[in-house]
C-alpha cells in the first residue's frame, strides 16, 4: 500500500472516530443500546450538539499538531502551541479540563515551561488524561527518524500533559503508527513495543466487558488497542470503540489513527469520509506530508 494511503488514512481515521464517538460522548453502553442500539453512521447530536460530520478538540488538535510540524519541521514545539492557542481563541465546544487549563494558563504566563505543571498541580496531580494523546498522531506520519520522532511526540505531550504516563502513551502508540505506516502487521507490532510498556501486556487477556472508557490515557489506549487487535477491519474497530460510550470520541478518534493507518484511507467507509466537514484540511495536510517523502526519493 502507498505510504500517502496510509498518511490519509491516520488522519481521516482520527476524524470519522472523533465524528461517530461524538454522538456517543458520556453515554453508558445502556443508554447507547436504548438510544441507538448499535451505532454505525456519523449522525450528529449528543451532548455537544454536533452537526453529522463535525469534529470535535480531538481532529482540531490532531490538526492543530500537524500544521505545527509542517510550519517548523525541525523545531515545531512553539509552533505547535500557537495553533492550539489560536483553536483555543475559536472557543471550541469540547475542549477536556486538563487542557483548558493549561492553555489559559499559557495565555496568562506566555511561556509553555509553566503550562503543563501548572495544570498538573491545579488538577491535584491528575494530569494522565488522554489529550495529548488524541492528537499525536501527525508526528508519526510526519518524522523518518524515529528518535526524533519519539522526541517531538514526547514534547507536544509535555505542553499541556506533564504526567509521565501521558508521555508513556503517546510514544507506545506513535511506535505503532510509525510501524504500520512502513507494513509492519498488526499484532507483531504491539508485541514488539509493548516489553517497554509492560503495563499494557494486560490487553490481550481483557474481555470487553472489562474495558473502562474513561478519559484516563492509560485506560483510553487499553480500549483502542483491544478494539483493534479484536476486529478485522476499520470500521468495526472504530465502532466497537465509539459504542462503549463514556469518553466515546476521543477512545474512536485514537482507535481510528491506528486502524486508518493500519488499513489504509480505501478502508473507510465511504459514507463516513463524505460526512467529515473538514475533510479538505484533512487532505491538504496529507498532500503536504507526502512532499517531505517524494523529496527523499
Ligand atoms: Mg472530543
Given at each position: 500500500m502507498d505510504i500517502y494511503e496510509r498518511i490519509l488514512g491516520g488522519l481521516f481515521g482520527v476524524a470519522c472516530g472523533d465524528a461517530l464517538g461524538g454522538t456517543l460522548e458520556f453515554m453508558s453502553e445502556d443508554e447507547i443500546q436504548r438510544k441507538h442500539g448499535y451505532l454505525k453512521d456519523i449522525i450528529g447530536g449528543g451532548c455537544w450538539d454536533l452537526e453529522p460530520g463535525e469534529v470535535t478538540d480531538d481532529t482540531m488538535m490532531t490538526i492543530a499538531v500537524a500544521e505545527g510540524i509542517l510550519d517548523n519541521?525541525?523545531?515545531p514545539i512553539e509552533d505547535i502551541g500557537n495553533h492550539f492557542i489560536g483553536w483555543y481563541d475559536s472557543s471550541p465546544k469540547d475542549i477536556g479540563n486538563i487542557i483548558r487549563i493549561a492553555l489559559s494558563e499559557y495565555k496568562r504566563s506566555d511561556d509553555w515551561t509553566k503550562t503543563a505543571y501548572y495544570a498538573h498541580q491545579t488538577t491535584g496531580g491528575k494530569s494522565a488524561g488522554n489529550g495529548s494523546l488524541m492528537r499525536c498522531l501527525p508526528v508519526a506520519l510526519y518524522y523518518s527518524d524515529v528518535k526524533k520522532m519519539l522526541e517531538i511526540t514526547a514534547s507536544q505531550s509535555l505542553l499541556t500533559h506533564y504526567d509521565r504516563k501521558a508521555t508513556d502513551a503517546c510514544q507506545f502508540y506513535n511506535l505503532l503508527v510509525y510501524d504500520y505506516l512502513n507494513g509492519k502487521p498488526k499484532v507483531p507490532a504491539i508485541r514488539e513495543h509493548i516489553d517497554n510498556y509492560p503495563?499494557?501486556?494486560k490487553v490481550f487477556l481483557?474481555?470487553?466487558?472489562?474495558l473502562e472508557p474513561s478519559g484516563y490515557v492509560f485506560d483510553t489506549l487499553i480500549c483502542a488497542l483491544w478494539c483493534f487487535v479484536n476486529t478485522s477491519s476499520f470500521e468495526e474497530a472504530v465502532c466497537e470503540a465509539a459504542n462503549l460510550g463514556g469518553d466515546a470520541d476521543t477512545v474512536a478518534a485514537i482507535t481510528g489513527g491506528l486502524a486508518g493507518v493500519y488499513y489504509?484511507?480505501?478502508?473507510?467507509p465511504d459514507r463516513w469520509k463524505e460526512k467529515i466537514l473538514v475533510k479538505d484540511q484533512l487532505v491538504s495536510i496529507a498532500k503536504r506530508i507526502i512532499v517531505k517523502y517524494r523529496s527523499q526519493g
Open positions: 519541521p525541525e523545531n503495563e499494557y501486556k481483557m474481555l470487553k466487558n472489562e489504509g484511507y480505501d478502508a473507510i
